[in-house]
């Protein structure tokens, strides 16, 4: 991995711009989809944002001046190296990370349902201010991007921190991407995984695993499993334990969802998402 991320380095900095093909929308749909995407960009746009990138201070390699050139082979050889970075970078940890992306998501949904749009922007992490008909954002540098009718696409991402990010050619899709919430560090202990799943028996705790839908509060959660508010947020605990569910604040309230390895768990574990499991641990 230390090879590809040496690789990739002059093309995505610590700081700054970075190209917006890297990113193609296709992404939505999966890394061979992105990737696919990314050997396809014109040679025009590869060239420009590029030329935005490099300054004398950082000479780029060579093979990276030879797909601002338009070499094809070249492009191809990072669509490798992406896909080799993802692998031994992201893939072992996708669990994780798709467990909190969706656990994000539930909390947007549901504040989109409660009380429209207005309440949705208001959910937004806190370096966004929705100020109607303005979001602010704490963005690295002064800028405004305007919609005019083309909607607004929000990601949430578990790799952004601090600021969120847009691309940076204002005719693409408008596109804001932001941090999810990271819990903080636990104060105590986190059972060994076998051991909070052998705790996991009993008929409450797998009713709560199979109504807890697309997301639910505690009380939410005690009424449709027909139990005390005290007992569903104590069995509650026990199954975010076991890396079962995901339980994200949102105000005076919290919001369970499901992990991947918990969805798994009702449908029948597939090998692949077990060996992912086993690879966090």
Known sequence: MNGEARLLAPLVPTRGYFPDFLTPAEGLLGMGDALAALRETP???????????????????????AMADGDTRALGRLAGILQRYYEAAVAPYWPRVQGRIEADRAARGRALLDGGADRLLASLPPMMRWRPPVLEADYPVDR???????????????????????????????????????????LTPQLPPERSLGRLVGQTRSAILQRIGVGCTTSELARRADVSVASASQHATVLRDAGLLLTLRQGNAVLHTLTPLGAALLRGARPSEEAAYERLR
């Open 43 to 65: 040679s025009g746009r590869l060239g420009a944002e590029l030329a935005r990138l490099s300054t004398a201070a950082r000479p780029f390699p060579s093979w990276i001046r």
């Open 144 to 186: 405004d991007l305007h919609l005019n009718g083309r909607g607004l696409l929000l990601l949430p991402s578990y790799f952004c921190r601090r600021t969120p990010v847009t691309f940076h050619n204002p005719e693409l899709t408008p596109v804001l991407v932001y941090p999810v919430e990271h819990p903080a560090p636990r």
